[in-house]
C-alpha cells in the first residue's frame, strides 16, 4: 500500500489478498469474454444458443467488478476528492486523512453487513436460467467490501502508530 509504513507480516497479506483480488477479477472477466465470444459463434452458426450463457456472463462480470474494486482500494486509487484530502491534511496534520479512512471503513462495513443480509434473503430464490441461488452473485457485495473493511482497519491502524512514533 503506497505510503503507509506497515510491518512485513501485514504487508506480505495484503500484497497477496491483493493478488488473490487481481486473480479472482482477471478470471471472471477473462471468462465473461469467453462465454460472450462462444455465445456470439453459436449465435451465428448454429442459430441456437443456451439460454444460461448470458446469466452466467451477467455474474462473472459482477464478481469481476466487485474484486477489482477492492483491489483498488488495496490499492487507494477508488474515487476520492485528492486535492481536499491533501489541502486539509497539511492543515491537521493527516488528521484529516485518519478520518476519511475511519468514513471509509463505516462505509465498506455498512455495505457488507447489508449486502450479506441481501444475500441471506436472496438465499432462497433461484436464477431463471442456470437455477442456482441468487445468493451467489449477491455474495460478491458482503465478501469483496469486508476485504476493503480489513484493509481500511489496516490503514486505520498504521496511521495511528505512525502518529505515536516520536
Not at 483498488?72 to 476519511?100: E, M, Y
Request: proline content about 4%.
Amino acid at each position: 500500500m503506497p505510503g503507509i509504513d506497515t510491518g512485513p507480516g501485514v504487508e506480505t497479506m495484503i500484497g497477496r489478498l491483493d493478488q488473490a483480488l487481481r486473480v479472482v477479477a482477471g478470471a471472471s472477466l477473462a471468462l465473461v469474454f469467453l462465454v460472450i465470444i462462444v455465445q456470439v459463434a453459436m449465435r451465428y452458426l448454429l442459430q441456437s444458443v443456451p439460454f444460461f450463457m448470458e446469466e452466467a456472463a451477467r455474474y462473472l462480470c459482477i464478481w469481476g467488478v466487485f474484486s477489482g474494486v477492492a483491489s483498488a482500494i488495496v490499492h487507494g486509487t477508488h474515487i476520492r476528492v485528492g486535492v481536499l484530502q491533501h489541502f486539509f491534511d497539511r492543515l491537521t496534520g493527516n488528521s484529516f486523512g485518519l478520518f476519511l479512512e475511519l468514513i471509509s471503513f463505516c462505509l465498506y462495513a455498512l455495505v457488507a453487513v447489508y449486502g450479506f443480509k441481501l444475500a441471506l434473503f436472496l438465499h432462497l430464490e433461484k436464477s431463471i436460467a442456470m437455477g442456482i441461488p441468487l445468493s451467489v452473485p449477491v455474495a460478491a457485495i458482503p465478501v469483496f467490501f469486508t476485504v476493503a473493511s480489513v484493509v481500511s482497519i489496516v490503514r486505520i491502524f498504521t496511521r495511528i502508530n505512525s502518529r505515536l512514533k516520536p
